[in-house]
């Protein structure tokens, strides 16, 4: 070579004189697939063994607590105390229609005593009866000694007050004769007892009773027909 230049032309090549290069494929990945052991599985098998017990043991569990509370609330219902049910069946004050009446004053009545249970029974100690006119007391005698109610029977109360249990005086029989004018004389007859209530063998404890029965007579002395057989309210103290 002439240190003049060189006579060689450069040569320029362009992207179409190489032939064209496959793009590499990228090559997917398999799954690792792990190798369970024999104790792998088995232990799998206990897990889910024991998953079903639990679920049925729970599930047996709760059938029967459900089904015991069931039980006892049907025994509930049926043991359960419920209270006399008391109603006024006559009342009468027979001098009624007499100015003199109070010198022979007398009121007699007789009360129904409903025990409704089906398996309970009722010890009553005694039995006392009072009557009042206007919230004043005017008589107070003993009804009945202490006696044992069967379950599902009536037991009537009667009563006759006169002489030294009934204290009426002129006075209070003029304020008779005036309601009386009016057609109508209202007393409060109030029963009061101790009861206890028997379940079998088990007695409860002692409950103070106490039945309110309001009551009017006409004219003549006689319950008036709307009060008659009414229900008197009944409570504890």
């Known amino acids: 070579m002439s240190g003049g230049g060189s006579d060689m032309l450069p040569v320029r090549y362009t992207l179409q004189d190489y032939p064209a290069q496959p793009n590499p494929q990228p090559q997917s990945q398999q799954p690792l697939k792990r190798h369970r052991t024999a104790r792998y599985y088995a232990h799998r098998v206990r897990e889910s063994f024991t998953n079903r017990v639990i679920k049925i043991l729970c599930t047996i569990f709760l059938s029967v607590l459900l089904l015991v509370g069931i039980v006892l609330f049907i ?90 249990t009934l204290t009426v005086n002129s006075n209070r029989w003029k304020e008779f004769m005036d309601a009386r004018q009016q057609g109508t004389v209202v007393f409060r007859l109030e029963i009061t007892s101790v009861i206890r209530f028997k379940v079998t063998t088990w007695d409860s404890k002692r409950h103070k009773m106490h039945v309110n029965c309001d009551v009017a007579v006409g004219q003549d002395g006689s319950i008036l027909p709307a009060w008659k057989n009414k229900k008197c309210p009944v409570y504890f103290s």
């Not at 209270?83 to 009342?91: E, N």
């Not at 100690?125 to 379950?151: H, K, N, R």
């Open 75 to 164: 025994l509930w219902l049926s043991l359960r105390p419920h209270r006399p049910r008391f109603h006024i069946a006559d009342f009468t004050v027979p001098g009624l229609a007499q100015p003199s009446g109070f010198e022979n004053a007398l009121v007699s009545f007789n009360v129904t005593d409903r025990n409704s249970n089906q398996h309970i029974g009722i010890y009553y100690d005694s039995v006392v009866g009072t009557i009042f006119y206007q919230d004043q007391q005017i008589g107070s005698a003993p009804l009945m000694d202490p006696f044992f109610q069967e379950p599902k029977t009536t037991t009537i109360m009667y009563g006759t007050f006169t002489g030294a």
